[in-house]
């Protein structure tokens, strides 16, 4: 416990050490858009953030080790509203009051996300959407800070920037390029010390320098552009921080409600995907598990405190995050303990902030922002199958930096579920098409009931459907079908594979069964799921659509089941009806046919005639077999017992067809269970008894075997011809 609580002390100071260089960057990123003046408002609403965020969020969310600080998104959204609001002539009171609104609703929406167990949904975010967010952020950042890096007069941009070099600060640009160096080299130069830490201190170095050689008004700490300034940190600057959102409201009253509204959502979107984001490589590289909806609610609360008190809103930080692992950190007491030693930094290090050069932190974050932006997404470009991938993140990046992130985030959610449905609707709905010759059904027919099947089978159109089957794709599986329904007496659609299915696929196979009836067709519905992925009930809602509001279409539960009713209506058409009479004599057996009245004498000496009632179980798999059964009238069913109590259903036999010939010949246990459907009569030929006769009459022993021999292996050819076409694809 100790060395976990240990673990977790010194984890949250690195925390705090790279946490809160980027916290004062942020803020000031987010304030300075109001004049300079305003930079030490927003170092302290930075520095703010990361004690209220690393406390509350740490104390109340779901995820170990988590980190939660000020950040990049925060940045970006609340420093666009200032810019824009600035340029249409807002006060800053209203400025103020706007973002203290924003955080605020923003927070409620995260806790609301929380509460109502959103917080899987948002993980499910598309990744071409996520990537072009963190991209056009990461480009806002990075466009944001390059006049703050080139010391530029207020209001000029970072492209009227690069055209007037004359404008350039030279001691602003130097600190900036010693800090991004150093920043970039900082893995080389030292593993133990964050990168963050290290620019940051090269920067100050570097200003130090330049102030005591070349430049010696850079010395003066008041009204001195390049630095921070002065942050009012004692008891009447945090109660002006904590009172001035409240002032600013009695002198400019409420703001415009979308000035309030559309950031929020879209801060509380963006925040919640960036915490979550660094949850997920959390657990990734911990085997941990965090709690999604919980940490949303962590969050929220986090953010809500930070507004409260002034400061600046955030989210779950990869690099502090890594670093609190790294140095230690293992729960969520690691990110309280950053909290606390962000509030005596406060208390003890504003002196030293206050010397910050705003150039080392523009370079810090236009860093940081390089980093944000997916450059491995340009990989997509050389597929032609993820080049539309590539074209939705590009376009997400144009919109979130030429309109906004809100219209960024419209527009990439449009897009993804655009390239979802281009992607069912190319997706064949038809998994398999064969017909009523090719497969068959587990009822065992004689050779006559075969010949009539394979002659009039290629009138029953089997389609195996799969995928999902809506709008998107209807017109794709009608045209697969529709060529079938002038030849076609029967149409069978398997739905064991549908994920899903609507009104419009429903209304469709509504328009198959009625064509087929006119032409006096029948279209039959098979292994309909009661649950689909989505919880509907498809065969209820098969029901309420209408498609079996009359008798023209049928559904069974099994495929087999619906195979065979298509196969006796096909004989019962071509006038082969199922005799099922008296009892049928050994002599009349198919099998039977070649021998003579001596030979057929000599096997009924071998014969015993049993009866079954319906349901009664002729023999058990795994007992002991030695009879050949043969079907005098009735019928049985053959079923495969499988370890978890269910059973397979292999084939159906009925008057005049045989079973039980594997342990007739070889003598040993049954492989199967045999059951009688109705009331059945077996003629039983014992296979000891058969020997004795056989030895005095070897050649109907050798006409015997020879005609259960050429049976067997009719039954193999016919199953290795349904295999094949089986595997057809």
Not at 266 to 289: E, Q
Not at 334 to 341: C, I, N, P, T, Y
Not at 526 to 555: F, M, Q
Request: charged share 15%; net charge neutral; with cysteine.
């Amino acid at each position: 416990m100790n060395k976990n609580l240990s673990g977790d002390i010194w984890g949250g100071f690195a925390a705090m050490l790279v946490a809160l260089p980027s916290a004062i960057a942020f803020g000031v990123t987010i304030f300075s858009p109001l004049g300079a003046e305003f930079g030490a408002k927003g170092a302290l609403a930075g520095m703010l953030g990361v004690a209220a965020l690393g406390l509350v969020a740490a104390l109340f969310g779901g995820t170990q080790r988590l980190i939660s600080a000020p950040c990049a998104p925060a940045a970006a959204v609340l420093s666009a509203l200032t810019i824009q609001m600035t340029q249409q002539g807002s006060g800053v009171a209203l400025v103020v009051m706007t973002l203290f609104l924003v955080a605020l609703l923003s927070s409620l929406v995260q806790i609301a996300f929380g509460l109502l167990r959103i917080g899987e949904l948002i993980k499910f975010m598309p990744f071409p959407v996520v990537s072009g967010y963190l991209s056009g952020v990461g480009l806002i950042i990075v466009m944001s800070q390059l006049p703050k890096w080139m010391a530029l007069p207020k209001g000029m941009n970072w492209w009227q920037g690069l055209m007037a070099p004359e404008l350039w600060q030279m001691p602003s640009l130097v600190i900036g390029v010693a800090t991004a160096g150093v920043m970039l080299l900082a893995p080389r130069l030292s593993t133990r010390v964050p990168a963050v830490i290290q620019g940051l201190l090269a920067g100050m170095a570097t200003y130090w320098l330049l102030a005591l050689t070349a430049w010696p008004e850079l010395r003066a700490l008041h009204d001195n552009p390049l630095i921070i300034g002065p942050l009012a940190v004692g008891g009447e600057g945090l109660l002006d921080t904590l009172t001035g959102p409240w002032k600013s409201l009695s002198e400019s009253g409420l703001p415009r409600w979308e000035h309030i509204v559309f950031p929020a959502m879209t801060l509380a979107v963006l925040l919640s995907i960036d915490t979550l984001k660094t949850c997920v490589v959390l657990d990734a590289l911990t085997g941990s598990r965090h709690n999604s909806n919980q940490e949303l609610i962590g969050q929220g609360l986090g953010n809500l405190a930070s507004a409260l008190i002034g400061g600046a809103p955030g989210a779950g930080t990869m690099g502090a995050t890594l670093v609190n692992k790294a140095s230690g950190g293992s729960t969520y007491l690691s990110g309280v303990f950053q909290g606390l030693w962000s509030l005596l930094a406060i208390v003890l290090l504003t002196s030293l902030i206050a010397w910050v050069p705003v150039a080392a932190l523009a370079a810090l974050l236009i860093v940081i922002g390089f980093k944000m932006i997916d450059w491995h997404s340009f990989q997509l470009v050389r597929s032609q199958d993820t080049v539309l991938d590539f074209l939705v993140i590009v376009l997400v990046v144009i919109v979130a930096n030429t309109v906004s992130l809100i219209a960024a985030s419209g527009v990439g959610v449009a897009l993804a579920i655009l390239l979802f449905l281009r992607e069912q609707i190319h997706t064949t709905t038809i998994r398999r098409k064969s017909f009523g010759n090719k497969v068959f059904s587990s009822r065992v027919r004689n050779q006559h009931e075969l010949q009539v099947l394979a002659e009039k089978g290629q009138q029953t159109v089997i389609f195996e459907l799969q995928g999902s089957l809506f709008f998107g794709t209807t017109d794709q599986l009608y045209s697969a079908i529709e060529p079938e329904l002038n030849s076609a007496h029967f149409v069978l659609l398997d739905f064991l594979r549908v994920q899903s299915m609507d009104m419009t696929a429903g209304h469709m196979i509504e328009r198959i069964r009625n064509m087929l009836a006119e032409k006096h067709a029948r279209l039959v519905l098979t292994r309909v799921p009661e649950r689909l992925p989505n919880g509907r009930d498809l065969r209820s809602y098969v029901d309420h659509i209408g498609l079996l509001s009359d008798n023209t279409a049928k559904i069974f539960d099994e495929f087999d089941e619906a195979l065979e009713w298509i196969e006796d209506e096909t004989l019962k058409r071509a006038g082969h009806e199922h005799v099922s009479g008296e009892g049928l004599p050994l002599g009349k057996f198919e099998i039977f046919h070649g021998l003579n009245d001596t030979e057929l004498a000599a096997l009924e000496a071998c014969q015993v005639v049993r009866t079954y009632a319906a349901g009664d179980v002729v023999f058990a798999a795994d007992t002991v077999g030695h009879e050949l059964m043969l079907i005098s009238r009735g019928e049985v069913k053959v079923s495969l017992p499988m370890a978890d109590g269910k059973t397979i259903h292999l084939a159906t036999f009925s008057r005049g067809q045989f079973f039980g010939e594997m342990s007739f010949l070889d003598g040993r246990a049954h492989s199967a269970d045999v059951q009688a459907t109705r009331e059945t009569e077996l003629i039983a030929i014992d296979r000891r008894a058969f020997a004795k006769v056989a030895v005095g009459d070897p050649v109907m022993s050798i006409s015997v075997m020879r005609a259960v021999a050429l049976a067997i292996a009719d039954r193999l050819r016919h199953a290795n011809a349904e295999l094949r076409e089986m595997r057809q694809t």
